[in-house]
Nanobody, 119 residues
Framework: QVQLVESGGGLVQPGGSLRLSCAAS????????MAWYRQAPGKQREMVAV???????NYLDSVKGRFIISRDYAKNTVSLEMSSLKLEDTAVYYC?????????????WGQGTQVTVSS
């Protein structure tokens, strides 16, 4: 079992920056990758950024060049540095941890943190 707790959401103006953090606890040695997802009202949840244990990263096309994912393996945390925020970045952001492999692993989720981009 892995428990995830996010922090850092809030209200920001367009063009602004925000940093999200997520702390993992429990069976953290079993985590293979950590990611950030988001879900806007009326839309499906989508992956924003992922970082594997080998530091491979992948980003949603619309956030490339604006968002940066990072992990602190000693502290079992994952962060998402968001800059040049746009109105369409407004969503609930969820921290995700994958235990196992993408085909046969188990996903764990945080409770979500609201990010609102508005003038």
């Amino acid at each position: 079992q892995v428990q995830l707790v996010e922090s850092g959401g809030g209200l920001v103006q367009p063009g602004g920056s925000l940093r999200l953090s997520c702390a993992a606890s429990g069976s953290t040695s079993s985590i293979a990758a950590m990611a950030w997802y988001r879900q806007a009202p009326g839309k499906q949840r989508e992956m924003v950024a992922v970082m594997t244990n080998g530091d491979y990263t992948n980003y949603l096309d619309s956030v490339k060049g604006r968002f940066i994912i990072s992990r602190d393996y000693a502290k079992n945390t994952v962060s998402l540095e968001m800059s040049s925020l746009k109105l369409e970045d407004t969503a609930v952001y969820y921290c995700n941890a994958l235990v196992g492999t993408p085909l046969s692993g188990v996903d764990y989720w945080g409770q979500g943190t609201q990010v609102t981009v508005s003038s």
